[in-house]
T-cell receptor, first 113, second 115 residues
Framework: GQQLNQSPQSMFIQEGEDVSMNCTSSSIFNTWLWYKQDPGEGPVLLIALYKAGELTSNGRLTAQFGITRKDSFLNISASIPSDVGIYFCAGQLARGANSKLTFGKGITLSVRP | EAQVTQNPRYLITVTGKKLTVTCSQNMNHEYMSWYRQDPGLGLRQIYYSMNVEVTDKGDVPEGYKVSRKEKRNFPLILESPSPNQTSLYFC??????????????FGPGTRLTVT
């Protein structure tokens, strides 16, 4: 079945640094989503990407839909302590709820003050 | 406020004692889904529902039941819980068609411990 790979499992950065996270797939997706999960909470949608090559920003976050449709990345610039959490990528083959959303295993981000 | 709510947030129970975790959304979403989250395994889909009275199995449906009698509610039922169902459970919802159909909104989670 479809799998999304996120690595490393954990990342440790200094406050103020930029960080980039990658998500790769063995198969093509037509929608990419990035979620963040704060400790003790449910995942919250950060950015949705619907077109190959699309680059979308949300504040300090920027995400891109890879040209090959098999990858996506998320950049966080000028990190702050509240960026701590688990970042999940998710891919969907076809737009619409009848197409399964596949999640990566997540990257745990720690930010040192 | 648009949201997905789950109850209870925390539950400790014993093997074999039937339980229900409720999920409700106020966004008029057609699609609802249940996931479990386990360390090292990420989010795995248990069941989903495309609309009222329409439900289907996800990746890990064994030991679970669901129902969708109303659009806003999607309870998760464990008829005879076992320790391997100890997990963090999330309900999610979205529209079923259109641009927003991919964007699932998650509830706050229910941490279940089965002893």
């Amino acid at each position: 079945g479809q799998q999304l790979n996120q690595s490393p499992q954990s990342m440790f950065i200094q406050e103020g640094e930029d960080v980039s996270m990658n998500c790769t797939s063995s198969s093509i997706f037509n929608t990419w989503l990035w979620y963040k999960q704060d400790p003790g909470e449910g995942p919250v949608l950060l950015i949705a990407l619907y077109k190959a090559g699309e680059l979308t920003s949300n504040g300090r976050l920027t995400a891109q839909f890879g040209i090959t449709r098999k990858d996506s990345f998320l950049n966080i610039s000028a990190s702050i302590p509240s960026d701590v959490g688990i970042y999940f990528c998710a891919g969907q083959l076809a737009r619409g709820a009848n197409s399964k959303l596949t999640f990566g295993k997540g990257i745990t981000l720690s930010v040192r003050p | 406020e648009a949201q997905v709510t789950q109850n209870p947030r925390y539950l400790i129970t014993v093997t074999g004692k039937k339980l229900t975790v409720t999920c409700s959304q106020n966004m008029n979403h057609e699609y609802m889904s249940w996931y479990r989250q386990d360390p090292g395994l990420g989010l795995r889909q248990i069941y989903y529902s495309m609309n009222v009275e329409v439900t289907d199995k996800g990746d890990v449906p064994e030991g679970y039941k669901v129902s969708r009698k109303e659009k806003r509610n999607f309870p998760l039922i464990l008829e005879s819980p076992s320790p391997n169902q100890t997990s963090l459970y999330f309900c999610a919802s979205s529209y079923s068609l259109g641009t927003g159909a991919s964007e699932q909104y998650f509830g706050p989670g229910t941490r279940l411990t089965v002893t």
